[in-house]
Nanobody
Framework: QVQLVESGGGLVQAGGSLRLSCAASGRTLSRYAMGWFRQAPGKEREFVAGISWSGGLQYYADSVKGRFTISRDNAKNTAYLQMNSLKPEDTAVYYC???????????????????WGQGTQVTVSS
């Protein structure tokens, strides 16, 4: 059984930075791709960033490209999301998830992810 636990969220002013962590227990994440999604109140969960199992391929939503960086450390069984130049529009609950990455566009497809963390709140003030 795999459990994912996010941490690092909080309140930050616009233009600031946060780093989110996603720690896995149980089986290692080394054989799985990983992704970050976010969900604001009353809105659908949206893709933020994805990373291949080796870390060699990274994918980003247009809304965060150039500001966010996804990474992973398989030795620590942990994935990260570095968020810079934060905007109020980034306010949401952020979730990490794992994927078998079956499809060619797996990183954008919420149906490709089988395990999810509980989420961590990120609030960006203007």
């Amino acid at each position: 059984q795999v459990q994912l636990v996010e941490s690092g969220g909080g309140l930050v002013q616009a233009g600031g930075s946060l780093r989110l962590s996603c720690a896995a227990s149980g089986r290692t994440l080394s054989r799985y791709a990983m992704g970050w999604f976010r969900q604001a109140p009353g809105k659908e969960r949206e893709f933020v960033a994805g990373i291949s199992w080796s870390g060699g391929l990274q994918y980003y939503a247009d809304s965060v490209k150039g500001r966010f960086t996804i990474s992973r450390d398989n030795a620590k069984n942990t994935a990260y999301l570095q968020m810079n130049s934060l905007k109020p529009e980034d306010t949401a609950v952020y979730y990490c998830a794992r994927s078998r990455a079956y499809g060619s566009n797996w990183y954008r497809d919420i149906g490709e992810y089988d395990y999810w963390g509980q989420g961590t709140q990120v609030t960006v003030s203007s």
